[in-house]
C-alpha cells in the first residue's frame, strides 16, 4: 500500500489500526488457516411431540446479530478483501462517515481537512456562526477557549455534540481529564477565571473525571466508532473505581435522553448509528458501560476474528461490494 494512503487516514484511527494489521507479515506456520467453524446445532428432543403436527417455534434472534459465525481470518487474508473492496473507496466511504459526526479529517490528497476553514476565522466570526448552530463552529471555538475559559467550553462541545458531532463528546472527555489531572494545572494558569473554573469543576458532586467518562460512554450511545470510545475511555477508567464507573454509565443514560430530546426539539431525531465501511474492535479494549446496548447497527455487515500471533480481534466490513 502507498505511503499516502496512511497519511490519509491518519485522523481515522481505527482504519489506520486495522490497515497496518492487515498488512503486517503473519508469523510463519505450518497449521493451515482455519475455516469457518459450522453453527451450533439445537438439542433435539428425542421424545416424540404430544401432536405431530406442532412446528417448534423458533426463539427470536437478537436484533443487530447474525445467526452466522464470524469468520474467522488471518491479516494476510484481511489485507487481501481490503484490497478487493477498493482501499480508495473505503477512505472515500470512512471520510464521509467521520465529517458527517464531526471527526476533522483528511477530505481529499491534499490533507486538506474540512476543520481547516474554521481554524482561520477569528473568535467573533466562530461565535456567530456557533450561535447559528453551527457544529463546527461550536468545536473550534470550544478548543481554543478551552485553557482560558474551558466551562464554556463544555457548553460550546455540548451544543455541537447536540447538532450531531460525535467528535465534540469525546473532546468534552479529555477535556474533563485534563481539568482532574492536577499535573495539567498549568494549562489554566494563564487566566484566573479558568482556574476558578478548574477548582470549582473538582469540588463538585460529580467529579471530572467521571463527567469524562460518563461523555465517552455517550459517545457510544450515539455510534461513534469504537476505537475511538475506547481510547479516552481506557485513559480514563484508569483513574476511576468500580463505583465511580458505575456513577458515570449511570449518570450516561440521562445525559443521552437529554441531548436526545434536545435533537428532537429542533427536528434533528435520532443519532445515526449506521456504522463507518470498516469497524475494528480489539478484544483487550475498554469496554466503557458492559452490558451497554450495542450502539452500531452491524446486522449488514461482514464479520471477521483475526487470530494471529496469539491476539484475537473482530473486524466488521461494512462498504458497499
Given at each position: 500500500?502507498?505511503?499516502?494512503?496512511?497519511?490519509?487516514?491518519?485522523?481515522?484511527?481505527?482504519?489506520?489500526?486495522?490497515?497496518v494489521y492487515a498488512l503486517r507479515e503473519p508469523a510463519p506456520s505450518s497449521v493451515p488457516a482455519a475455516s469457518p467453524p459450522p453453527l451450533p446445532s439445537r438439542a433435539v428432543d428425542e421424545s416424540p411431540p404430544p401432536v405431530a403436527d406442532i412446528e417448534p417455534v423458533a426463539e427470536p434472534e437478537p436484533e443487530g446479530v447474525d445467526e452466522a459465525l464470524p469468520e474467522i481470518v488471518s491479516g494476510a487474508e484481511l489485507n487481501a478483501l481490503l484490497q478487493q473492496y477498493g482501499i480508495g473507496r473505503l477512505e472515500g466511504q470512512w471520510r464521509e462517515w467521520a465529517m458527517s459526526r464531526g471527526f476533522p479529517v483528511p477530505a481529499g490528497s491534499d490533507g486538506y481537512a474540512y476543520e481547516q476553514p474554521y481554524d482561520q476565522y477569528d473568535d467573533e466570526t466562530l461565535r456567530g456562526l456557533a450561535d447559528n448552530g453551527d457544529m463546527w463552529a461550536q468545536q473550534m471555538l470550544a478548543k481554543r477557549i478551552s485553557r482560558?475559559?474551558?466551562?464554556?467550553?463544555?457548553?460550546?462541545?455540548?451544543e455541537a455534540?447536540?447538532?450531531?458531532?460525535?467528535?465534540?463528546m469525546s473532546e468534552m472527555a479529555n477535556l474533563f481529564a485534563r481539568i482532574s489531572d492536577k499535573r495539567r494545572e498549568v494549562e489554566f494558569k494563564s487566566?484566573?477565571?479558568?482556574?476558578?473554573?478548574v477548582y470549582a469543576m473538582r469540588d463538585a458532586p460529580v467529579s471530572p473525571e467521571v463527567s469524562g467518562y460518563a461523555w465517552t460512554a455517550v459517545a457510544a450511545m450515539a455510534g461513534t466508532?469504537?476505537?475511538f470510545g475506547n481510547i479516552a475511555a481506557t485513559q480514563l477508567s484508569r483513574q476511576l473505581s468500580d463505583e465511580q464507573k458505575d456513577e458515570a454509565c449511570s449518570i450516561a443514560s440521562g445525559m443521552y435522553d437529554e441531548i436526545r430530546q434536545r435533537r428532537q426539539a429542533l427536528g434533528l431525531g435520532d443519532y445515526d448509528r449506521s456504522p463507518p465501511p470498516i469497524v475494528y474492535w480489539d478484544q483487550a479494549a475498554t469496554e466503557v458501560c458492559p452490558?451497554?446496548?450495542p450502539s452500531l447497527?452491524?446486522?449488514?455487515?461482514?464479520?471477521?476474528?483475526?487470530?494471529?500471533?496469539?491476539?484475537?480481534?473482530?473486524?466488521w466490513l461494512c462498504g458497499d461490494e
Open positions: 500500500m502507498k505511503a499516502t494512503t496512511f497519511v490519509l487516514l491518519a485522523a481515522a484511527a481505527a482504519v489506520v489500526v486495522l490497515v482560558t475559559n474551558p466551562a464554556e467550553a463544555i457548553e460550546l462541545y455540548r455534540a447536540i447538532r450531531g458531532s460525535v467528535y465534540a487566566q484566573d477565571l479558568a482556574l476558578e473554573q466508532e469504537p476505537m452490558g451497554q446496548a447497527d452491524l446486522s449488514g455487515c461482514r464479520e471477521m476474528q483475526i487470530e494471529e500471533d496469539g491476539d484475537n480481534s473482530s473486524v
